[in-house]
């Protein structure tokens, strides 16, 4: 039997080497469709105001937190037209808030080491679904303390921002903020919190249904400085001589 030429061999071989080739190739590329498509299915969750609209998961901060509150409410959804306190971690560790004042419909949403735009992020997850009658907001402490940077006109227009959000849905509820406190831990900023309040103080007063709740002026020692007394070993979150202040001058302003 004669046998084929060399180059007819070596063509042959050739053409084998390049079906494999493209075999291999096409493998690879499905097992990576595969792979992308099983992170886009596993790789989601319902994001904050999406409305049960899947995306891509890249948690916002607090997100677990809002979690939280999202399932607590499933379990014993609060009542329409309460008292929403939300901000900081300020009103996060006052878990004695009801308690402290008995016989108002309290609702209690301060998550983490929040700023103005987490607190921004999440209104149509923690202001919106409940209606309030009122809303208290502790918020511009950790604004602040973030970076050097925040400024307080910065931080007073976080503040609007918020304002004008919260009133573009609850145009008749009562906004109450309560001043930046004077913690001994960020006495540096002193001079900086005084402007935010003053700022938020004249906006406030030119507004129907706004407060404006000095807790600031009520935690200075008769030389000026913050209380040490008030707060805990951090020198930043209260105790509860630090909430006995703070319940005595909010609730003139809580409406039963």
Known sequence: MKKPPLRLLFAFSAFLNFLLLAEVRGFAQEVALRRADTSRRTDTALQPGMGGQHAAVVAPPFWNEIVAFKKQDSLHRPPRGG???????SFRKWTSMQADFPGYPIINRGFGG??????????????FPYHPRQVVIYCGDNDL??????????????????????RSRLDTVDILYVSIKPSPSREKLIPKIEVVNDLIRDF????????????????????GRPMDELFVEDKLHMNAKGYVIWQQVIQPYLDK
């Open 83 to 89: 008292i929403l306190f939300v901000g900081s971690s």
């Open 114 to 127: 929040s700023i103005f735009p987490d607190l921004i992020r999440y209104a149509r997850d923690i202001i």
């Open 145 to 166: 303390a973030s970076s050097d940077s925040v400024t307080a006109e910065m931080v007073y227009q976080r503040f609007v921002r918020l304002y004008d959000l919260i």
């Open 204 to 223: 406030l007063a030119k507004h129907s249904h706004a407060s404006f709740i000095d807790v600031y002026h009520k935690m200075l020692n008769q030389k």
